[in-house]
């Protein structure tokens, strides 16, 4: 009886041990990794000789860096953020948020618009380098 007893005082504490933030650190394996961004598309205007392979994203853990050779903005500025992913949902902290879709080695990145402002739909299409 102090055996079964010992056993589930144990497994009690390894339940209740667990990190409180269960997205922190977590590895998602369809986004893992570099990607370049091959096309923009949206209600915008982009010179026809755009190089959009300057801009380039990493994911790692739950961290996204962004990186860009020139003054080309496009997801966001280069820097590091971290991100939470529900689903096919990435959320960064300051509320915004991308549905991905990972199909062989392109990512696309559809932003979640306001659906009180016109024209703000925009898709990021990168391929993994």
């Known amino acids: 009886m102090r055996k079964i007893t010992t ?15 269960p997205e922190e650190g977590v590895v998602n394996v369809d986004l893992e990794g570099n ?4 096309n923009v598309s949206c ?3 982009f010179e026809p000789d755009t190089d959009f392979s300057t801009h380039r994203i990493s994911f790692e853990g739950s961290k996204l860096t ?9 997801l966001m500025e280069d820097g ?8 096919n949902l ?33 898709t990021f299409t990168y391929y993994k380098k």
């Open 7 to 21: 056993i589930l005082l144990l497994a009690i504490l390894a339940v209740s041990c667990s990190a409180d933030n």
């Open 80 to 87: 590091k953020y971290n991100y939470t992913v529900a689903g």
């Open 43 to 45: 209600f915008c205007f």
């Open 66 to 74: 962004v990186s860009s050779t020139d003054d080309n903005f496009f």
């Open 90 to 122: 990435i959320t960064f902290p300051d509320g915004v948020q991308y549905r991905y879709q990972v199909d062989n080695q392109q990512l696309q990145l559809n932003f979640v618009d306001n659906p009180e402002l016109a024209d703000d739909e925009v």
């Open 35 to 38: 990607w370049v961004l091959e």
